[in-house]
């Protein structure tokens, strides 16, 4: 399976995406709304794609609201729709900027 920004968007404007609850757990943490999220992922871009990761194929995508940018750590579930894994505010000592690891 291949992840793309038109994928990522027509499941959140089809609204057949889920959130895990680890996904909403940082959310939260984050102050950010369900309502930010997804305009962050209409409008996203793939960072890095995950095709061997041993729990399923996943990417990291990134989307910018009001200038704020949002990581989304996505999968697919057994229907092949799109899950939230994880969903954070990219940051130092992580993240140089919101597309370079600080390694």
Request: glycine share 6%; net charge negative; hydrophobic share 40%.
């Amino acid at each position: 399976m291949f992840f793309s920004p038109d994928f990522i968007r027509i499941e959140v404007e089809k609204q057949t995406y889920q959130i895990s609850i680890h996904a909403d757990d940082e959310r939260l943490a984050d102050g950010l709304k369900i309502a930010e999220l997804e305009i962050a992922l209409k409008n996203c871009e793939i960072v890095e794609h995950y095709p061997d990761d041993p729990r399923g194929e996943s990417c990291l995508a990134l989307g910018f609201v009001v200038g704020k940018p949002i990581h989304f750590v996505c999968g697919r579930n057994r229907a092949g729709h799109l899950v939230l894994i994880t969903v954070y505010v990219p940051s130092m000592p992580n993240w140089k900027d919101p597309y370079t690891r600080n390694r």
